[in-house]
Antibody
Framework: QVQLQESGPGLVKPSQTLSLTCNVS??????????WTWIRQHPGKGLEWIGY???????YYNPSLQSRVTISIDTSKNQFSLKLSSVTAADTAVYYC?????????????WGQGTLVTVSS | DIQMTQSPSSLSASLGDRVTISCRAS??????LNWYQQKVGRAPKLLIY???TFQSGVPSRFSGSGSGTDFTLTISSLQPEDFATYYC?????????FGQGTKLEMK
């Protein structure tokens, strides 16, 4: 059974870079057919798609965040990462990593438990 | 971006009720529509993908329908564990977007 687990600082200062890692277990991140994705949820709000990376390293980002986002993959460690630069309080959210299945309608069948990141000085 | 609008935003229902949640896309998305259930403090859980395909392990009381711009999630007979927030999500074009959610509460 595939499991995903986010890790990283829970508190980031304004203007700094938020960095999170998603460790994937129970399956290889190098196997094709999946988009390794970051999604966030502002407190008490809905879900916002941040972007994804394929096993080959191809990326797609939400245009609203594209200038500040980098998603990378480390197949040797079976993990992928998110970097979000120049953060503000508006980036305070629960960040989820998820596995997107590449079929007719890309859908997210496995999710991490989520990690709350607070942006505050 | 494609806007996804769910209705209602909240819904009160009783055990055994049949419940329907609607999701409308701002442009046609064929059947590129997925449904998730989220409980408080938990990650979303996939219920339905491609508008009407069941995710493995999801109870058969959940069903999805629709195509184009209008979609529906139906719960045929509410169980205690179904009280949660439900989201639709389009994967027709990037950025993928979610509806604002429908909170299902016990009457």
């Amino acid at each position: 059974q595939v499991q995903l687990q986010e890790s990283g600082p829970g508190l980031v200062k304004p203007s700094q870079t938020l960095s999170l890692t998603c460790n994937v277990s129970g399956g290889s991140i190098s196997s094709g057919g999946y988009y390794w994705t970051w999604i966030r949820q502002h407190p008490g709000k809905g879900l916002e798609w941040i972007g994804y990376i394929s096993y080959s390293g191809g990326t797609y980002y939400n245009p609203s965040l594209q200038s500040r986002v980098t998603i990378s993959i480390d197949t040797s460690k079976n993990q992928f990462s998110l970097k979000l630069s120049s953060v503000t309080a508006a980036d305070t959210a629960v960040y989820y990593c998820a596995r997107g299945v590449q079929v007719y309608a890309t859908h997210y069948d496995h999710w991490g438990q989520g990690t709350l990141v607070t942006v505050s000085s | 971006d494609i806007q996804m609008t769910q209705s209602p935003s909240s819904l009160s229902a009783s055990l055994g009720d049949r419940v329907t949640i609607s999701c409308r896309a701002s442009q046609t998305i064929s059947r590129y529509l997925n449904w998730y259930q989220q409980k408080v403090g938990r990650a979303p859980k996939l219920l339905i993908y491609a508008a009407s395909t069941f995710q493995s392990g999801v109870p058969s009381r959940f069903s999805g329908s629709g195509s184009g711009t209008d979609f529906t999630l139906t719960i045929s007979s509410l169980q205690p564990e179904d009280f949660a927030t439900y989201y639709c999500q389009q994967s027709y074009s990037i950025p993928y977007t979610f509806g604002q959610g429908t909170k299902l509460e016990m009457k």
